[in-house]
């Protein structure tokens, strides 16, 4: 079974532009979590959608959003990027929450110039 | 609000040593905790979940136990080799869903 994917895996962006990124979970898995990885913080919870609805939100702008599809794949979209976005993003995907392991996908790496 | 802490930062040991990676958290109202294993650049591999009615759970050489009450978790290697080098992250899911990680334990194994 295909593992979480993630694309792009690398991305250079400027000041004030948007970016999506998306996430592709394991056949099957109806949960996608997203999480930002920074040397300063480590890893955050950006929001988790199940079944094409955000269940659950972590503490950040309103300038991060996300959506799911149909089919479960999920995009998240940063706009008007600032410096300090610069991070890697994972998705993990699970069957769902509670009490389920979560896998991880190999992340994109954003930077913002 | 939920805090996860893990000691030590950084750990160096030669190759063949067991070892104990450490990981706190301040409430114990959790579903589970997981640890993982981050290479440098790469994402988060799931090495051990467990459920917060369970005490422990084995993967080979490594096993994780669970201490609620007391707000702790530990992770064992035994026998360790140079390819267990890695960051180890701990977790713990609460109510809401989402993971709460630790900085993490940056393991260097010497051949």
């Known amino acids: 079974k295909a593992g979480v994917t993630q694309t792009p895996r690398y991305l250079i962006k400027t000041r004030g532009q948007q970016v999506t990124l998306s996430c592709s979970p394991i056949?099957?898995?109806?949960?996608v979590s997203w999480y930002q990885q920074t040397p300063g913080q480590g890893l955050q919870f950006l929001f988790e959608?199940?079944?094409?609805?955000?269940?659950n939100k972590g503490n950040f702008p309103g300038r991060f959003s996300g959506r799911q599809f149909s089919n479960s794949r999920s995009e998240m979209n940063v706009s008007t990027l600032e410096l300090g976005d610069s991070a890697l993003y994972l998705c993990?995907?699970?069957?769902?929450?509670?009490?389920?392991?979560?896998?991880f996908g190999p992340g994109t790496r954003l930077l913002v110039l | 609000k939920q805090e996860v802490t893990q000691i030590p930062a950084a750990l160096s040991v030669p190759e063949g040593e067991n070892l104990v990676l450490n990981c706190s958290f301040t409430d114990s109202a959790i579903y589970n905790l997981q640890w993982f294993r981050q290479d440098p650049g790469k994402g988060l591999t799931s090495l051990l979940l467990i459920q917060s009615s369970q005490r422990e759970q084995t993967s080979g050489r490594l096993n994780a136990s669970l201490d609620k009450s007391s707000g702790r978790s530990t992770l064992y290697i035994a026998a360790s080799q140079p390819g267990d080098s890695a960051t180890y992250l701990c977790?713990?899911?609460?109510?809401?869903?989402?993971?709460?990680f630790g900085k993490g334990t940056k393991l260097s194994v010497k051949p």
């Open positions: 993990a995907s699970s069957l769902d929450k509670n009490q389920e392991t979560q896998y």
């Open positions: 056949s099957g898995h109806r949960s």
């Open positions: 977790a713990v899911e609460g109510s809401q869903g989402n993971l709460i």
């Open positions: 959608y199940f079944s094409e609805t955000q269940r």
